[in-house]
């Protein structure tokens, strides 16, 4: 599979996991419920089993259901990412086989980092090299959001890894545009690479990048799905009007409040949000509070049922 094989440009959404309040379980009826929703806008896709989607969190047998759930309700055309990620490569690759044979078109890999030290840039192509020759799709390397226990992997490495013929893009949630510009630059033409910060979305589009991958979609789909849509189009005006709209929620509830905030969010929304896995808690009464400000500042809570 070469790297043209999968189109990545446009807005992706993250999506959360809901769990049964009672059992603890993957909420399987609530997923697709949400699902349902979501495609209701031009999205590209969506990331099952990223940050947002508490991938670390969930079993593996777990991710492969939802990916199956989602492969039976996703529109013709829409791209199914699976984050399979995992510390060893043997398993990664398991996993990446696994996402595969249950619909997904594409693997987010995010880096092996608990050995942080022994992960050479030489380590980490090897990694890397070793998936994407035995994943049976496209994968995707995901630089994870520097707060994370994670790696900040060096452009040049990203780079080498661009040319191999099954790796087709970058997830870059770094959230420096100034990086998202040397990706652009020194990555193979027809790698993909996509920002993680909703905030940046309009500006990573001007500086070359395909789309985004974005949780703050999750609460303003129309929006986050029409700024590359109205890029694209030429109606760069318009796409910088939704792009301010959207920023404030990024930075206020996606940023500092995290997956308990975007769930809070969801459910003020009308969408099945729930509580995050633990060792997450749930958002505070007072969070949620003024996640219902913001929302209504950003004028969403009106149109949360229609």
Not at 242 to 261: D, F, K, T
């Amino acid at each position: 599979m070469g790297v043209h094989s999968v189109d990545l440009r446009g807005t992706f959404l993250p999506v959360t996991t809901p769990f049964d309040p009672v059992t603890g379980d993957v909420d399987v009826v609530a997923f697709r419920a949400n699902l349902r929703h979501w495609f209701q806008s031009p999205i590209a896709g969506i990331l099952i089993g990223g940050t947002t989607g508490e991938g670390v969190l969930l079993d593996d047998p777990e991710l492969v259901k939802l990916l199956e759930a989602a492969a039976a309700v996703m529109p013709a055309g829409s791209v199914l990412i699976a984050g399979t990620g995992a510390e060893s490569t043997r398993r990664t690759i398991r996993l990446s086989r696994e996402a595969a044979a249950a619909g997904a078109d594409v693997a987010l890999v995010s880096p092996p980092a608990f050995f942080k030290g022994a992960m050479t840039p030489e380590a980490l192509a090897r990694h890397y090299r070793a998936v994407a020759d035995a994943s049976p799709i496209p994968v995707i390397v995901y630089q994870v959001p520097l707060r994370m226990s994670t790696l900040d992997l060096p452009t040049g490495l990203v780079a080498e890894l661009s040319h191999h013929g099954n790796i087709a893009g970058i997830k870059d949630s770094r959230g420096k545009l100034d990086l998202v510009g040397e990706l652009v630059e020194q990555c193979q033409e027809g790698f993909h690479v996509l920002v993680g910060n909703g905030a940046l979305l309009y500006a990573a589009l001007e500086t070359g990048a395909a789309g985004g991958v974005v949780a703050v979609g999750l609460l303003a789909t129309a929006a986050a799905a029409g700024i590359p849509a109205a890029y694209r189009e030429g109606r760069k005006a318009d796409a910088g009007r939704m792009q301010e709209r959207i920023a404030p929620l990024h930075q206020q509830i996606v940023s500092e409040m995290g997956i308990s905030g975007v769930k809070a969010a969801l459910d003020l929304l009308g969408l099945h949000g729930g509580v995050p896995r633990p060792p997450l808690s749930p958002a505070s009464a007072d969070r949620v509070e003024a996640i219902r400000r913001i929302l209504g500042t950003a004028e969403l809570l009106p149109h949360a049922r229609v």
